[in-house]
């Protein structure tokens, strides 16, 4: 009888999966994709515009991680990938705009020069002070970002430098977010000795590397995805899972059937409420991750626009302002700019700010356009407006989540032929989600081969 894997979730992480599982188990296995959503991609979506796709979702990838620019050479899409104009991003703080400080550890300086001009005189003093100022860190221990870079650099730090990029990865804020899974190699400098902020920071940032961070599909994200279903040659069954339980040596998922392995490539919440009959402690741990939503709205430019050469615009937490920041994909991304159009993506909602998300779409649009005035001038009729929302959007890696993830991840490996995968584990971004993915199928795979 051919080997029968469920994979919950039709997110990246799932499409992965289900890919993987593929390669190894070969085109007898019975491999399905259940997905509450009519439409698979989870937190990816291509849309059209009007002028070709456009991500509206995740945009980009870690270009010098590996797995995303394998994984398309793999599936013969290496000619999608397409790097950033090369331009910087900015800063709106103080009602002016600044440029993105350099050299910086998620925003965090390891020293006043990085962030001066974003921050007070008295700020800068403090930072340049912070060398001899002494320290303590208990090795092995966590905290908030915030907790940790107020108390030495001060308050305008965070709001100004850290929150602003924090926003953009998780939809987090600095107290949202824990030192040692956000800022791995910071921790392991503190934990090392460090004996300032300071120069952890110097001995956590990475070493200069040539080439584009970033990368992106030319086409978007939609390709991908198309790619690894047709590769998966998975079944796509639409429904939410809503329980599993052991059947002898196999696993019965409510109301998909029974089946020899699952993988939950779903959000923390949804695994939770799956675990929870089989791992009881381990669904309790995932029931408090957090999730923070956010909406995108994309607006398309016909015409020419005075957009700044820039890729985009952090917004600062104590700025006067409701989006949290501005791609500006037209500058961004040489592949749109051919276009002749414009598009700018303004974002909003971070952790414990979900109301906006709610706000309707014309709310949202017109926030969009007042925001972007404000800190452009802009006040163009865009010809197209898109709103995203995406609720539970960022799982915040709160202090104590690499600890969680552990205990989750051993409650887990109790129950034979049941993996978990997805972005609330090793990381947010795709590469992240890619590689945990890809770890869960080779499990499954172990587990079930004759
Ligand atoms: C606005 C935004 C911008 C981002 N930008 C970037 C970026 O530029 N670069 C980057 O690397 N990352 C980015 N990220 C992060 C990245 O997109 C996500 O972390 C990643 O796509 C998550 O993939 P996933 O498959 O783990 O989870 P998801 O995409 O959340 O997929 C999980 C799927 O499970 C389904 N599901 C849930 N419960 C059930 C159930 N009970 N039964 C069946 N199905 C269920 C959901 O409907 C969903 O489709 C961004 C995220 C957001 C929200």
């Not at 945009?59 to 994984?71: G, K, N, S, T, Y």
């Not at 016909?302 to 920041?325: F, Y």
């Not at 539970?392 to 991840?409: C, D, K, N, S």
């Amino acid at each position: 009888m051919s080997v029968s894997v469920a994979v919950i979730g039709g997110g990246i992480s799932g499409l992965v999966a289900a890919y993987r599982l593929r390669c190894s188990l070969g085109p007898d296995a019975d491999i399905s994709i259940v997905e509450t959503s009519s439409r698979l991609g989870g937190k990816l979506r291509t849309v059209d515009l009007g002028s070709g796709p456009v991500d509206i979702g995740a945009e980009a990838f870690i270009a010098r991680r590996p797995e995303v620019p394998a994984l398309l050479a793999e599936l013969g899409l290496s000619d999608q990938i397409v790097y950033p104009a090369g331009l910087s991003p900015l800063i709106w703080s103080q009602g002016s705009l600044h440029r993105l400080p350099a050299g910086t550890l998620m925003g965090i300086p390891a020293g006043g020069d990085a962030v001066a001009g974003l921050v007070s005189s008295d700020t800068l003093s403090r930072i340049s002070a912070e060398r001899s100022v002494p320290f303590h860190w208990e090795c092995g221990s966590d905290c908030s970002v915030a907790h940790l870079v107020s108390e030495r650099f001060g308050d305008q730090v965070v709001r100004r430098s850290v929150d602003p990029l924090l926003g953009g990865v998780y939809s987090g804020l600095a107290e949202t977010i824990g030192v040692r899974a956000a800022l791995p190699t910071l921790a392991a400098a503190l934990d090392a000795g460090a004996t300032s902020l300071s120069d952890a920071v110097a001995a956590a940032l990475p070493t200069p590397a040539p080439g584009p961070v970033f990368g992106a599909l030319k086409d978007g994200y939609g390709v991908l995805l198309d790619a690894l279903l047709g590769a998966s040659g998975a079944k796509v069954i639409t429904a939410a899972a809503s329980g599993l339980r052991r059947e002898g040596t196999r696993w019965f998922v409510d109301p998909i059937g029974t089946v020899d392995a699952v993988i939950l490539a779903v959000p923390a919440p949804a695994a939770a409420a799956l675990l929870a009959d089989v791992a009881p402690v381990a669904a309790r741990t995932a029931e408090e991750i957090r999730l923070a939503s956010s909406a995108v709205v994309a607006l398309r430019f016909a015409g020419d626009i005075d957009l700044p050469q820039n890729s985009g615009i952090l917004v600062a937490t104590d700025a006067d302002l409701t989006a949290k920041a501005f791609t500006l994909s037209s500058r961004k991304w040489t592949h749109l700019a051919q276009r002749g159009d414009h598009l700018v993506r303004a974002s909003f909602g971070r952790f414990g700010a979900a109301e906006i998300v709610e706000s309707s779409d014309a709310e949202l649009i017109a926030l969009a356009r007042e925001d972007l005035s404000t800190v452009t001038g802009i006040t163009d009729e865009p010809t197209v407006a898109f709103v995203q929302r995406w609720h539970g959007g960022l799982p915040q890696y709160a202090p104590g989540h690499t600890a969680m993830v552990a205990e989750i991840e051993h409650g887990v490996a109790e129950l034979a032929g049941v993996e978990v995968a997805g972005s609330w584990l090793h990381g947010v971004g795709v590469p992240a989600c890619v590689a945990v993915a890809q770890t869960a199928a080779a499990r499954i795979c172990e587990g079930v081969a004759p």
